[in-house]
């Protein structure tokens, strides 16, 4: 498959219909363990740098979000009306963050490994949005 129709397939359809890419993203996380020990500590600092990223932006979006939103970050979270849409909406502007910081890091990484060869373009976009490792990081690969 090639990398554009690869990119396009997975943000052609609505996130909420991509159930398979977050099975698909769970099962490349759990495939970690099984990669080349210098494979598995360079994806460990990219991921590590890339959740820190997410946090970054929770830090810096946070704030600003809440008043466009009419939240009070000074007021007493148990003051809030409508609680549980707040922490609702918190936890899924979270977890989106941490998605963009993490996409975020690891294109940029993926595009240097591409321009060094290293990966193939489609090797890039699995790497960069479902965070499918190439066949040659396992530690089983020839």
């Known amino acids: 498959m090639r990398a554009g129709r690869a990119s396009a397939r997975l943000l052609s359809q609505p996130l909420w219909c991509q159930m398979n890419i977050i099975k698909e993203i769970l099962k490349n996380a759990n495939e970690t363990d099984k990669l080349k020990k210098k494979y598995y500590t360079l994806t460990s600092f990219v991921g590590l740098l890339a959740v820190f990223t997410g946090i970054g932006l929770v830090y810096v979006l946070g ?4 008043g466009v939103f009419g939240i ?21 502007f979270f977890f989106l963050c941490i998605y963009i910081g993490m996409v975020s890091v690891t294109g940029i990484f993926s595009s240097y490994m591409c321009i060094t060869g290293s990966f193939t373009k489609s090797e890039a976009v699995n790497y960069t949005f479902v965070g499918k490792y190439p066949a040659n990081w396992f530690a089983n690969a020839p």
């Not at 704030?63 to 809440?66: D, I, K, S, T, V």
């Not at 009070?72 to 899924?92: A, L, Q, R, S």
């Open 63 to 66: 704030e600003p979000l809440a």
């Open 72 to 92: 009070d970050i000074n007021e007493n979270i148990t003051d809030i009306p409508t609680i549980i849409i707040t922490c609702i909406g918190f936890f899924i």
